[in-house]
């Protein structure tokens, strides 16, 4: 039963710890290969902190935890987006500069059918609600809010690696990867969510393309499986 398959990699994933995701996170970034793994590792965990920093200072500042309060109070005209999504093409939610996030409506009813499914199914409790998943959704963008607002000091924009040189010339790029980092580790941070939000990257895809959400769950298990051997090794 294709939902009792989702559940046991919800059950799973739901153990993988923020190490991994960011791994993950780099793996399907364009940059990755151009940066050691040392190197990698560091960057992980400063976008980590750098995303619930910001979620604390964000939570401290307006006194308000709720995405929804948040994005009010910065201004965010958030709206509900009836875009068609493609199974090549699945988009969740997005920050339109400067001021705009869409939320596609698509996915999350999509999962909403999902979710009802799960009401007699032991592996129920396992699944977040659909307002949890908006709220989550939400947080992200409005992390690469912040971003746009704060370049010149928040890591994910000072951060950068060297594409080339040339005599007095000189192409930096920042990466991508840390952004999501950092946009995930926010989000968890100010929904106070006992799981990497990066689930949803199965989680909402499972309803229009169950064997690419299966390839990814594959992927992050085997990155969990490679990240337990290395810590084994550099603690022996």
Not at 14 to 37: E, H, K, M, N, Q
Not at 118 to 132: C, I, K, M, R, S
């Amino acid at each position: 039963m294709v939902e009792g398959t989702l559940g046991t990699m919800l059950e799973n994933l739901r153990t993988v710890d923020d190490r991994t995701w960011g791994c993950y996170a780099f793996s399907r970034d364009i940059l990755c290969d151009r940066i050691p793994p040392g190197k990698r590792d560091k960057m992980i965990h400063r976008a980590l902190d750098c995303g619930a920093q910001w979620a604390e200072r964000i939570r401290a500042r307006t006194g308000i935890s709720d995405p929804f309060g948040i994005a009010e109070d910065l201004g965010l005209d958030v709206v509900e987006s009836s875009q068609p999504m493609t199974e090549r093409r699945v988009l969740f939610a997005q920050f339109v500069p400067d001021k705009r996030i869409e939320i596609m409506r698509h996915p999350l009813d999509i999962y909403a059918g999902l979710y009802q499914k799960q009401a007699d199914n032991e592996q129920a409790v396992l699944f977040p609600t659909p307002g949890e998943v908006r709220a989550l959704l939400l947080a992200h963008e409005v992390f690469h809010y912040i971003e746009e607002t704060h370049a010149e000091e928040i890591y994910t924009r000072t951060e950068s690696i060297r594409l080339w040189k040339f005599l007095c010339f000189k192409n930096d790029s920042t990466i991508r990867a840390i952004g999501e980092i950092a946009a995930m580790s926010f989000a968890k941070t100010l929904t106070e969510a006992d799981y990497s939000p990066f689930i949803l990257d199965v989680l909402l895809l499972f309803g229009y393309h169950p064997a690419g959400a299966e390839s990814i769950y594959a992927d992050v298990m085997a990155i969990a499986n490679r990240t337990k051997i290395q810590e084994k090794v550099e603690t022996d």
